[in-house]
Nanobody, 124 residues
Framework: QVQLVESGGGLVQVGGSLKPSCAASGRTVRYSALAWFRQAPGDEREFVAA????????NYGDSVKGRFTISRDNAQNMVYLQMNSLKLEDTAVYYCAVSRYGGASGQQDSYDYWGLGAQVTVSS
């Protein structure tokens, strides 16, 4: 079992930056892909970014490419999401997830463990 706790969400203005983090406990996630998804009110959950276990592969959703960067610290069992140039449409609850696989998949059904989410609100 893996427990995931997100932190670092909050309120930020358009164009600003935020860096939520996610702490994993229960077992090491060193050999698992880690990812971020998000869900805005009334919308489906959407893939944001993933980081493969090898440390060499990343994958991003089209809407965040060039603005968001996912990183991981295997020693600390942590995953981060650096969000820059934030837009109103980035407002959502952000979830971190751990996969049973090692590849940086954008498919939700590849992920077995999920956090409870962190609210990110972008204001004008």
């Amino acid at each position: 079992q893996v427990q995931l706790v997100e932190s670092g969400g909050g309120l930020v203005q358009v164009g600003g930056s935020l860096k939520p983090s996610c702490a994993a406990s229960g077992r090491t996630v060193r050999y698992s892909a880690l990812a971020w998804f998000r869900q805005a009110p009334g919308d489906e959950r959407e893939f944001v970014a993933a980081f493969g276990w090898s440390g060499r592969s990343t994958n991003y959703g089209d809407s965040v490419k060039g603005r968001f960067t996912i990183s991981r610290d295997n020693a600390q069992n942590m995953v981060y999401l650096q969000m820059n140039s934030l837009k109103l449409e980035d407002t959502a609850v952000y979830y971190c997830a751990v996969s049973r696989y090692g590849g940086a998949s954008g498919q939700q059904d590849s992920y077995d463990y999920w956090g409870l989410g962190a609210q990110v609100t972008v204001s004008s």
